[in-house]
């Protein structure tokens, strides 16, 4: 194997390792989240559980909150505190936890 191919290779070996991993390493953020939104159905909460809902109803969610469209009391301000790719991040992380 030519020095080329062997650096692609092992670009993509690398790449894919890191996707992997990805799923499993809540990203920066999502652990505030854990607060109010608890995974553990143990755990009584009056809140709505992320642990499996859709990503995309999710980031609908934090946008709406960030814009304040949607009514709140605390999620407005945590909102404005995450920018669209984080979020992105903290909804496709909470929609792959399984209860």
């Known amino acids: 194997m030519r020095p080329n191919h062997c650096l692609a290779a092992l670009v993509i070996l690398c790449a894919s390792a890191t996707s992997a991993s ?8 999502a652990a505030a989240c854990s607060g109010c939104h608890p995974a553990s159905r143990a755990v009584e909460t009056p809140f709505t559980r992320l642990t499996g809902r859709p ?19 605390v999620m407005d301000r945590i909102a404005k505190g995450f920018s669209d790719d984080e ?13």
Do not use: C, H, L, S
């Open 55 to 73: 990503a995309a109803e999710i980031v609908t969610a934090m946008q709406e909150f960030r814009g304040g469209q949607r009514p709140a009391t």
């Open 22 to 29: 990805a799923i499993d390493v809540a990203p920066a953020g």
């Open 87 to 99: 979020i992105k991040a903290i909804a496709t992380w909470y929609a792959r936890q399984k209860d």
